[in-house]
């Protein structure tokens, strides 16, 4: 796909929002299955002591709405409505933690933007989806790290927290979410999207 896009910023339609509610509820789904997922490995990490780091291995899955919606639509905005919206969807289906994931998503959401918003959203490439990557890691662990109190923890124990939540959303959030959006563009399926007008 080519580098850089100069998009028109025309307004939202009808078929945007209704296809990022279809974006937000295969994520969703997606979601809920990384959290039984941590959960799993939570309990098989527990009696090493490790316990603790049993989520962070499928921490860039829960960043993957936001960026395919902006990959796709390629529009300021859209990453943060996706992330809710799949958020909402995962609570609606019974994750554990309860509400308090919307708030979450929202925060990863605004680093997914951010990552676009530093090239005016003008760029889509790994240059783009791993800045994005990197920046909603960050705010989830600033978010996460008040929340739990890391400064109360064991510095090695903060410091694998980081780089393993790291290591995931470059490759789940920044590479592989890119790689499946190029993959169901060429398909044709997005032909109607700013993404599906770019020539490889």
């Given at each position: 796909m080519s580098e850089n896009v100069n998009n028109k910023r025309k307004p939202l339609v009808l078929k945007d929002y209704i296809f990022m509610g279809l974006l937000s509820l295969v994520f969703g789904l997606l979601y809920l299955l990384a959290l039984y997922a941590g959960t799993a490995t939570t309990g098989a990490l527990t009696p090493t002591g490790y316990g603790i780091l049993g989520y962070e291995p499928y921490y860039g899955i829960w960043f993957m709405a936001a960026l395919a919606a902006v990959y796709i639509l390629r529009r300021p905005g859209v990453g943060i409505v996706a992330e809710i919206i799949a958020s909402v969807i995962e609570v609606i289906l019974g994750n554990s933690f309860g509400p308090i994931v919307i708030l979450s998503a929202l925060i990863q959401g605004l680093g997914v933007e951010l990552g676009f918003a530093i090239f005016r959203y003008k760029r889509y490439d790994y240059a783009s989806t791993m800045l994005a990557a990197v920046f909603a890691m960050l705010f989830s662990f600033l978010w996460t790290g008040y929340r739990s109190a890391y400064w109360t923890m064991d510095f090695k124990i903060v410091g694998?927290?980081?780089?393993?939540?790291?290591?995931?959303?470059?490759?789940?959030?920044?590479?592989?979410?890119?790689l499946l959006c190029d993959q169901l563009a060429k398909t044709g399926l997005l032909k109607t999207y700013p993404i599906g007008q770019v020539k490889a």
């Open positions: 694998l927290i980081f780089i393993i939540r790291l290591a995931s959303s470059l490759f789940f959030t920044g590479f592989l979410t890119k």
